[in-house]
């Protein structure tokens, strides 16, 4: 099982990304799914959370700009980035709390995503 994530890129301020996470592979239950991000010199941050059944989270610098859809088909959570800040610059990180065909459950991550936004 792993979490695959993918968008990202370099915009201007004011301007917008989409990035996407889905799970690959055969789970039993997904508890949590959602981005955390790291800008460099700083700690890993929230940014926004999906959870089980349908409840989510911003941190609030985001709120009003970004939105967090899940696909429970899909089993995947894309975030509409809008209205980007320059302090928004960060590498993204998927991450999830799975249970696997046995019921165990577990933190995932993703690979991270560069997210820049110049001014």
């Known amino acids: 099982v792993q979490l695959q994530a993918s968008g990202g890129g370099s915009v201007q301020a004011g301007g917008s990304l989409t990035l996407s996470c889905v799970v690959a592979g055969t789970i039993a239950h997904t508890r949590t799914m959602g981005w955390y991000r790291q800008a460099p010199g700083s700690q890993r941050e929230l940014v926004a959370m999906?959870?089980?059944?349908?409840?989510?989270n911003y941190e609030d610098s985001v709120k009003g700009r970004f939105t967090l859809s899940r696909d429970n088909d899909a089993n995947m959570v894309s975030l509409q980035m809008n209205n980007l800040k320059p302090e928004d610059t960060a590498a993204y990180f998927c991450n999830a709390h799975l249970f696997d065909r046995y019921w165990v459950g577990a933190d995932y991550w993703g690979r991270g995503t560069q997210v820049t936004v110049s001014s």
């Open positions: 999906w959870t089980s059944p349908g409840s989510t």
